[in-house]
């Protein structure tokens, strides 16, 4: 045999691309750019994500209602989780072929009483939602978005928020200190650079024109008095709002040759658009059952009722195995999960953190990673060798171009994904994701070959 069939190369996918491919990959990444401006919350995101769903057949399901083979479903926990599944031939009690992604990101959430005024201009406390290097959501556009659940005598109104995502709106900043006065700010550690006390977002100065008003503070009070005209809220109304803000600039192409993406929110949009849509492009009724789930709150331990280690997914499955008569633990025993998150991209610009045969590179291809973890592989499931003999027979059979992928060298640091909490479920699962470069920053990047592999290989999977 010769070195090329006899060794294991990370090699870039270019090369092993088809025409097809070449061309399908383009027109993918427009349409999940367009998601990815529209999905910015986990909130806007499950919204755009059950158009995309209506829009291929799926309708909304609930407890009881009945499934045949090829049914097209969804069901949404709580505005910030949606499941999506398609019903197969064989029995639930064969298990489901299953893809868990999340669609929350890391961004800065505003406080519970958060508007102030300093210095003639007015502020909103905030608490920044994930790990960020804060530093890097100073001098950026923000944007904010969420919801107010408006409490007027006893009745509650909700209404949405969304300032600045269009041409002619308003934006809104974090301000850093100029490098004229930074002497001593440049000396510090990046940790304490800008604390999370400091990240306060400037959103006005006008002070309120009200001739009769005796406040003292008139730049809070006109702020207050646009939220009323524009929201019917009062300062009240914050501890009932889930406002945040993300950064306000759109996914573009990076590169002369447009091989990239950057964005804000890849991690986790990206597995979960390719998850997602590799399910609503199945024609037909599959083999197994598929359900592809996308989770809140991974970025802050998946706890919570929308995180993973809610029994809101458990009670989904209950629901849909009742309808079969199958004991959800018998369909949990015979599933299969692919843990959608994206993993770290080698990096030329910092190789000391990296172990170059083991992390995944950007455009060689989808990457399977068998564990996450810190230290001795703590905080992870650690996939079984069959299981990853499994997954890799599936991605080569459907011409899937794929790599493998690990978090840096060992004891640089770590992370874990849901994985783990599937895992406990009895059900087999392994990671697998689209490598990212500047992780967590406002602006990620990733690259459209990966993007598109990984759609093929969520295709492949549900399909086996
Ligand atoms: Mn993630
Ligand atoms: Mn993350």
Redesign the pocket.
């Known amino acids: 045999m010769t070195s090329e069939q006899l060794f294991y190369d990370k090699k870039t996918g270019f090369d092993r691309l088809t025409s097809g491919d070449k061309k399908a990959l383009q027109t993918y990444a427009e349409g999940y750019k367009a998601f990815l401006d529209e999905g910015k919350t986990e909130r806007d995101a499950v919204k755009e994500m059950v158009r995309l769903a209506e829009s291929k057949g799926f309708r909304a399901w609930k407890r009881g209602d009945a499934l045949k083979s090829g049914d097209k479903i969804y069901q949404i926990n709580r505005e910030k989780g949606i499941t999506l599944a398609v019903i197969g031939k064989k029995s639930l009690a064969d298990g489901v072929r299953l893809t868990a992604a999340?669609l929350d990101a890391p961004r800065v959430d505003i406080r519970t009483v958060p508007l102030y005024e300093d210095g003639e201009m007015a502020y909103f406390k905030t608490h920044y939602y994930g790990g960020i290097k804060k530093y890097q959501w100073t001098a950026i556009p923000l944007e904010l978005r969420g919801v107010v659940c408006v409490c007027h005598n006893g009745q509650v109104k909700k209404v949405e928020v969304r300032v600045g995502d269009k041409p002619d709106d308003p934006k809104f900043v974090i301000t850093d200190l100029l490098p004229h006065l930074a002497t001593e700010q440049m000396s510090k550690k990046a940790t304490e650079v800008v604390k999370g006390e400091g990240l306060n977002v400037l959103v006005g100065s006008a002070p309120s024109d009200a001739a009769e008003e005796k406040c003292a503070e008139k730049v809070k009070l006109a702020v207050m008095e646009h939220l009323n005209r524009a929201y019917g809220m009062t300062e009240a109304d914050f501890l009932s709002a889930e406002l945040c803000c993300v950064p306000a600039f759109g996914a573009c192409d990076i590169g002369f040759d447009r091989s990239f993406v950057g964005a804000y929110g890849h991690?986790?949009r990206v597995?979960s658009y390719t998850a997602a849509t590799a399910l609503l492009d199945l024609k037909g009724a599959p083999g197994h059952t598929c359900v592809c789930l996308l989770v809140d709150k991974?970025?802050i331990g998946s706890e919570g009722v929308t995180g993973m280690q809610s029994r809101a997914f458990d009670t989904f499955m209950a629901d849909l195995c009742r309808s079969q008569d199958v004991l959800p633990e018998e369909c949990y025993e015979h599933s299969v999960c692919l843990s959608a998150?994206?993993c770290n991209a080698f990096d030329p610009n910092f190789p000391e953190v990296s172990e170059k045969r083991n992390d995944a590179k950007a455009n060689c291809g989808f990457a399977l990673v068998k564990y996450t973890g810190s230290r001795g592989k703590s905080g992870t499931s650690d996939a079984s060798a069959e299981l990853m003999a499994r997954i890799r027979c599936i991605f080569d059979k459907a011409g899937v171009i794929w790599q493998t992928g690990q978090l840096g060298k060992v004891d640089q640091g770590g992370g874990g994904?849901v994985a783990m909490y599937l895992a406990n479920r009895n059900i087999d699962t392994v990671d697998a994701g689209v490598p990212v470069l500047s992780m967590h920053a406002p602006f990620e990047v990733i690259a459209k070959l990966d993007l598109y592999m990984a759609y093929k290989g969520f295709s492949a999977f549900y399909k086996d």
């Open positions: 999340h991690d986790d597995c991974e970025e998150d994206v994904t």
